[in-house]
């Protein structure tokens, strides 16, 4: 937005959240069991993909927990390994901090929908969020990944997480579905897939850009279709775009969803990353009232 964000506006803002002080994410739920949400932030957005140094960044914004990344091409999705998997377990000890989550950013290069890399890597999750005690695994299908007006690569989607979801069934895991496509794609692919395992990650931005009703897109989804939220902006903070945060609460209300929300994006032109989600969460939590 025009008006910039000063540092001095940053701390006045955030007294109360920082105020928390040495107290972790379950300390601090357990004093007021009415919290329905979590506020978490995807690391590649608070700009430490794929780095243990996410969950001290989260922790200096006031969040509850990061949603981490698998890993990348690179790096051969190095959360699989047993060291990394400890090394974000003892940060989170370290700062007080959760996994909110784990996505799978990579296969909107590497698509689920043809490559066999991908389908390695959505098996993999599930055994990794296992260890991690994460519920929910973000499968991305933007760019190379695209399932819009993809019908082959739609039912090869299909195909594939009919044969992982039992897996997923197994181990308690939640596989996300994040994409360009309505609520009602999603449900053709959900419905055939058959699984109670594989629900819709539901970005309020991403759908909202597509030109779909978000508030009744939540509301006919509901609870049951629905794993988690992104909270996102595409070039503006929360509460200062096109999204009405005020009717998504509303939405989310009346589906009596409770978990994660990650902050996305929401990031102004020329503004600093950590001072935007300062103000993100604040204002996040501010509608959410917690």
């Known amino acids: 937005m025009g008006a910039a964000i000063t540092r001095r506006e940053v701390l006045k803002s955030s007294a ?68 990394i998997q400890q090394q ?32 390695l890597w959505v098996s993999d ?8 005690n994460v519920k929910v695994v973000l499968l991305a299908f933007f760019h190379n990944g695209d399932l819009k007006n993809d019908l082959k690569g739609t039912q090869e989607t299909i195909r594939r997480l009919k044969k992982v979801s039992r897996k997923a069934e197994d181990n308690g895991i939640i596989l996300g579905i994040e994409s360009w496509l309505s609520a009602e794609e999603h449900m053709e692919i959900i419905s055939a897939v058959g699984s109670p395992n594989v629900k819709v990650y539901y970005d309020v931005a991403n759908s909202n850009k597509m030109g779909y009703n978000i508030y009744e897109e939540i509301r006919w989804l509901g609870k049951k279709h629905i794993c988690e939220f992104h909270a996102k902006e595409n070039g503006y903070l929360l509460g200062q775009g096109r999204i009405d945060f005020e009717e998504v609460k509303k939405a989310i209300d009346e589906i009596k969803y409770e978990g994660w929300i990650q902050i996305e994006g929401a990031v102004p032109e020329n503004a600093d990353m950590f001072d935007s989600y300062v103000l993100n969460n604040k204002y996040l939590r501010s509608v959410l009232k917690i």
């Not at 959760?98 to 290069?109: L, Y």
């Not at 999750?125 to 991690?132: F, G, L, N, P, R």
Request: aromatic share 6%.
């Open 125 to 132: 999750s599930i055994d990794v969020a296992k260890k991690m």
């Open 88 to 119: 974000y377990k003892d940060a989170c000890l370290e700062y007080g901090m959760t996994i909110g989550g784990i996505a799978i950013g990579e296969m909107n290069n590497i698509p689920y929908k043809s490559d066999p890399r991908a389908e």
């Open 16 to 83: 109360g959240i920082l105020g928390l002080g040495m107290l972790g994410a379950y300390e601090a739920f357990a004093m007021d069991k009415r919290n329905r949400f979590k506020i978490g932030a995807c690391d590649w957005s608070i700009q430490k993909m794929s780095e243990v140094k996410a969950i001290e960044v989260g922790k200096k914004i006031g969040l509850d927990g990061v949603q981490i990344s698998l890993g990348s091409l690179a790096n051969d999705m190095h959360l699989k390994q047993t060291s």
